[in-house]
C-alpha cells in the first residue's frame, strides 16, 4: 500500500538557520504530494502542494519539488524563523484521489 | 468565513460505550473527510464523504461509521469503544475533493478509560 516516510524529530535548530526535513514515498500511479502544518495549540493547515513530476510548491519561504526519480518531496527553507516551530506532515494521494496517506509528522523547533 | 467546526471537543467515555462526533463544513465545501491522530500511528485517513454517500475509505474496522446530511454536515460514530481508540479526531473539508486542500478542524479528543 501507500507509505509515506518522514523523520519525526524534533529537529532543533537556530533562527536563520537552513531547513530540510525529507520526504519519501511509496505510492502507486502518480500521486499528488502535499505538506501540512500544526502549529501550537492549532490545527493543520496546507503549506504547499505539487501534482505532478518536477512540479516545485512554495509558500511562505518554504518549497519543495516533487521528484519521481527518488519519490521524495523534501521540504526546504532557507532561514528559519521562531514562527516556524510547528509540526511538519508530508502526505499524498493517489488511487484516483481515493485515499491520503500522512507521514508520522516531524516536530521542528526553532530557537532564538 | 467560518472554519471547519468540530464538537464536542473533548470527550471521556468507558470501554464498549458508543461515541458520535459531529463537523460542520465551510460554506460550499461538500467534501467531508475523517481522520485519526495519535502519537503511535501518527495521522491515519477514516473516510471521505461526498454528497452525503461515502466515496472513500481507510483500514479501519466497521466499529468506525459515518454519515453526511443534506447541508454537508458530517457525524462520525464509534461503537464498542476499545482503549485504542483514544486518540484526536480531526475532521477536514473541502470544495469536492480530497486532491484540494483539506481545511481541517481543531479536532475532537476522545479519551477511553
Known amino acids: 500500500g501507500d507509505s509515506v516516510t518522514q523523520m519525526e524529530g524534533p529537529v532543533t535548530l537556530s533562527e536563520e538557520a537552513f531547513l530540510t526535513i525529507n520526504c519519501t514515498y511509496t505510492a502507486t500511479g502518480y500521486p499528488s504530494l502535499f505538506w501540512y502544518v500544526q502549529y501550537p495549540g492549532e490545527g493543520l493547515q496546507l503549506l504547499l502542494k505539487?501534482?505532478?513530476?518536477?512540479d516545485k510548491g512554495s509558500n511562505k519561504g518554504f518549497e519543495a519539488t516533487y521528484r519521481k526519480e527518488t519519490t521524495s518531496f523534501h521540504l526546504e527553507k532557507g532561514s528559519v524563523q521562531v514562527s516556524d516551530s510547528a509540526v511538519y506532515f508530508c502526505a499524498l494521494i493517489s488511487g484516483g484521489y481515493q485515499k491520503v496517506t500522512f507521514g508520522i509528522g516531524t516536530k521542528l523547533q526553532v530557537i532564538p | 468565513k467560518a472554519g471547519v467546526t468540530q464538537t464536542p471537543r473533548y470527550l471521556i467515555k468507558t470501554r464498549g460505550q458508543q461515541v458520535t462526533l459531529s463537523c460542520s463544513p465551510i460554506s460550499g465545501h461538500r467534501s467531508v473527510s475523517w481522520y485519526q491522530q495519535t502519537p503511535g500511528q501518527g495521522l491515519q485517513f477514516l473516510f471521505e464523504y461526498f454528497s452525503e454517500t461515502q466515496r472513500n475509505k481507510g483500514n479501519f474496522p466497521g466499529r468506525f461509521s459515518g454519515r453526511q446530511f443534506s447541508n454537508s454536515r458530517s457525524e462520525m460514530n464509534v461503537s464498542t469503544l476499545e482503549l485504542g481508540d483514544s486518540a484526536l479526531y480531526l475532521c477536514?473539508?473541502?470544495?469536492?475533493?480530497?486532491?484540494?486542500?483539506?481545511?481541517f478542524g481543531d479536532g475532537t479528543r476522545l479519551s477511553i478509560l
Open positions: 505539487a501534482t505532478k513530476a518536477d
Open positions: 477536514a473539508s473541502s470544495v469536492d475533493s480530497l486532491n484540494q486542500p483539506q481545511h
